[in-house]
């Protein structure tokens, strides 16, 4: 069984097992009272309806993040917390941070994280915050440096909101979305993943985006700028209009030149 599926991720123990059917496997993100789709599909224009990323899918992300103690991981609409739990038991980040409309979903977030806890898994800090995501103050309530939404039902103006209130948080080094970002000026897409297992789709994608090249976090650049030890570097500014290529050895940069016929 290779490190990538999701049952070696999530074990195979008894616990493990309790943990697939307890978290991973609910049913409850689907079923909410109609209150609250009614409150939420006002808001995001159909965004109650639920879908979630696959164990094996959170994996892929988690890899290409590559969160460490220097990195907040936040999940945008973060369900009964599949996403966010999945990065409080797998990834180094200093704490994780689910925003969500739904009450219920919320609650069931919560047990999750007190089923996990109750089982002794170890995770990251890890809170679950009630919030609007089309008008909170996200720097404030999650002061995340990596963003993940699974965003294929929110409107588009949802999701530009998202994008231009983003890219004014300090903070923010690192947005990845199930969709595209609509057209928007604020940040800029570097890259996307294939391979990412939906709850609708076995082989789908995400996006990636960060605020510029220069901001852009070392380990996510070089999943998209790297190959075989060749790097390519965007130019610096518009007074240098082509991209260059480096060669590297380990973490050393040997040579920097102007990619052939530029
Ligand atoms: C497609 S589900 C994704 C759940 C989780 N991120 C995952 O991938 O497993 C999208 C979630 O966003 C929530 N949502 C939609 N609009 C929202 C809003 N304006 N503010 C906060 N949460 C919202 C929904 O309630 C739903 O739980």
Redesign the pocket.
């Known amino acids: 069984m290779n490190s990538s599926s999701p049952v070696a991720a999530f074990g195979s123990t008894t616990q493990h097992a309790h943990l697939k059917k307890e978290v991973f496997f609910s049913k409850g993100?689907w079923l909410?009272p109609a209150r609250?789709r009614a409150l939420?599909d006002s808001?995001?224009s159909g965004?109650?309806?639920?879908?979630?990323?696959m164990p094996a899918g959170i994996l892929r992300l988690l890899e290409m993040l590559s969160l460490d103690g220097s990195s907040t991981f936040c999940?945008?609409?973060?369900?009964?917390g599949?996403?966010a739990l999945s990065a409080a038991m797998h990834s180094r980040a200093a704490g994780v941070v689910g925003?969500?409309?739904?009450d219920s979903?919320l609650e069931q977030a919560e047990a999750a994280a007190e089923v996990l806890s109750g089982l002794g898994v170890p995770l990251r800090p890890t809170r679950f915050v009630s919030?609007?995501?089309?008008t909170c103050d996200l720097e404030a309530v999650a002061g995340a440096t990596h963003y993940?939404?699974?965003s294929?039902?929110?409107g588009a103006a949802?999701c530009r909101s998202l994008a231009e209130r983003l890219s004014r948080c300090p903070s923010l080094q690192v947005l990845v979305t199930?969709r595209p970002l609509p057209p928007q000026p604020y940040l800029l897409k570097v890259g996307q993943i294939d391979g990412v297992e939906y709850s609708w789709i076995a082989n789908g994608l995400a996006h990636v985006y960060v605020k510029s090249w220069a901001s852009a976090p070392p380990a996510v650049l070089a999943r998209f700028l790297c190959r075989d030890g060749v790097c390519w570097a965007p130019p610096a500014g518009p007074a240098e209009g082509a991209w260059r290529r480096g060669f590297v050895f380990g973490d050393d940069l040997l040579a920097v030149a102007p990619a052939a016929g530029q």
């Open positions: 993100g909410i609250e939420i808001i995001s965004a109650a309806t639920y879908g979630e990323v999940d945008l609409g973060s369900g009964i599949r996403v925003l969500e409309l739904s979903r919030a609007n995501l089309a993940f939404m699974c294929t039902a929110f949802l199930s």
